[in-house]
């Protein structure tokens, strides 16, 4: 079975902070891992993703993730969050010898106040 | 936006109505997937196609009933819904052939009422 954790339903942070999210997985083998963002009435977006090689990813619009395997976790950064970034964060993770099921983190609501 | 297009954007049905919901993409992939999306739980993967063949079905209640005419098109049609079937629901679509790590696409979703 695989899952994802997302720990914190809110985060808030000032504009020019920088921003974490934070998700841990569960796979029984190797993962891939991807972060996507929804904003209000919309469907989700991607935003970046982990296969193999470098462990710190870069994304769309500034975000970078870092893959952790010993700590199975892959944690959604950003070094200066902006108002714009106000959104739903969703973590998922796939197995990499498994089927095609996608598996999603429940989201976390990021809040960046001016 | 995505290549993703779902119709309608929001539906207000009654219990006893038959009604469906569409989705198309225009991004040549091979496989698509409905999802249910409820507040503060995590995406439900309901349905994957690929290649126009169903691959998984999460235990679904039957009153959803997928189709897929081919790689471009997939409909959910809904009968008797209860109100906790009310939820948004999103389609999303990727290219499966070559392995599982390319990300899905989602289109915008469909805000289901139940009443």
């Known amino acids: 079975a695989q899952s994802v954790a997302q720990p914190e339903d809110q985060v808030n942070v000032a504009e020019g902070n920088p921003l974490t999210v934070k998700c841990t997985y569960s796979?029984?083998?190797?993962?891939?891992l991807f972060w996507y963002v929804q904003y209000p009435n919309r469907g989700l977006q991607f935003l970046l993703k982990?296969?193999?090689?470098?462990?710190l990813v870069k994304g769309s619009y500034g975000f970078e993730a870092e893959f952790n395997k010993s700590q199975t976790s892959f944690h959604l950064k950003k070094p200066s969050a902006l108002v714009s970034d106000s959104a739903l964060y969703f973590c998922?993770?796939?197995?990499?010898?498994?089927?095609?099921?996608?598996?999603f983190g429940a989201g976390t609501t990021v809040t960046v106040r001016a | 936006e995505t290549g993703v297009t779902q119709t309608p954007r929001h539906l207000v049905m009654g219990m006893t109505n038959k009604k469906s919901l569409k989705c198309e993409q225009h991004?040549?992939?091979?496989?698509m997937y409905w999802y249910k999306q409820s507040a503060k739980k995590p995406l439900e993967l309901m349905f994957v196609?690929?290649?126009?063949?169903?691959?998984e079905n999460n235990s679904v209640p039957s009153r959803f009933s997928p189709e897929c005419p081919n790689s471009s098109h997939l409909f959910l049609h809904l009968h008797t819904l209860q109100p906790e079937d009310s939820a948004l629901y999103l389609c999303?679509?990727?290219?499966?052939?070559?392995?599982?790590?390319?990300?899905?696409?989602f289109g915008q979703g469909t805000r289901l009422t139940v009443v």
């Open positions: 999303a679509s990727s290219q499966d052939s070559v392995g599982r790590n390319t990300e899905a696409f």
């Open positions: 796979v029984s083998g190797n993962p891939y």
């Open positions: 998922a993770v796939r197995d990499m010898g498994g089927d095609y099921k996608l598996s």
């Open positions: 982990y296969i193999t090689g470098d462990n």
């Open positions: 196609y690929s290649l126009e063949e169903r691959v």
């Open positions: 991004l040549g992939h091979n496989a």
